[in-house]
């Protein structure tokens, strides 16, 4: 009578049987519309609209850091402020995140015996670095007569985690091109 729960099927095994992992199936991935044809299908920038737009070589290195840069900033600000943060599309912005895909900086990370001051002073470099964001797009919007659509373009690429059309695309690259000089 085997004792023991039942063997998975599903798994690498060495000469002695033991176990060492499950065979992870990539075929769902690479069959993603947008990983067709790429490179590296597996690419993880492929896994965002910002990192297509790299792999796609539609900005450049410089706007992708800028982008995820701005994101991080973003929602470290709604955080602080208490703010959920993702739309009903995209969740993923959370989970990349919580999965480590952001290297978030010292100011964004709240210490659990930090004294009043210290708090103060890490919320207001938060609000800071967005404040300076914001304002510099939309300063960008008055000098290039577009109003709040560079911010907008910025929102819905780099937060939203949307596909750009051609109009937005360029918004999108003029508005990381500015945030790169403030958060780079």
């Known amino acids: 009578m085997a004792r023991g729960r039942p063997r998975k099927n599903n798994v690498i095994r060495d000469a002695s049987g033991k176990s060492r992992g499950e065979i992870v199936d990539f075929s769902v991935i690479v069959n993603q519309p947008h990983r067709r044809g790429a490179k590296d299908p597996r690419s993880q920038l492929l896994g965002y609209p910002l990192g297509r737009l790299y792999v796609e070589t539609r900005i450049s290195e ?4 800028a982008g995820d840069a701005w994101a ?13 943060l993702h739309s009903v ?7 990349r995140i919580s999965a480590g895909f952001y290297q978030w900086g010292a100011d964004d990370i709240p210490r659990i015996h930090e004294d009043e001051d210290a708090r103060r002073k890490r919320e207001q470099r938060v609000k ?4 300076s964001c ?4 939309a300063e960008l919007g008055r000098i ?6 560079i ?3 910025v929102r819905f690429v780099c937060i939203e985690e949307r596909y ?3 109009e937005q695309l360029g918004d999108l690259r003029i508005g990381l091109n500015a945030i790169h000089r403030i958060l780079c």
Not at 128 to 131: E, F, T
Not at 134 to 137: D, G, M, N, Q
Not at 144 to 149: A, E, L
């Open 128 to 131: 800071g670095r967005y404040d």
């Open 134 to 137: 914001f304002e510099a797009l």
């Open 62 to 65: 410089d706007q992708l850091k």
């Open 72 to 84: 991080m900033a973003v929602v470290a600000y709604a955080n602080q402020q208490g703010v959920a």
């Open 164 to 166: 750009p059309n051609e």
């Open 89 to 95: 599309r995209s969740g993923s912005l959370g989970e």
């Open 151 to 153: 911010a907008i373009a």
């Open 144 to 149: 290039h007569g577009r109003g709040n659509k």
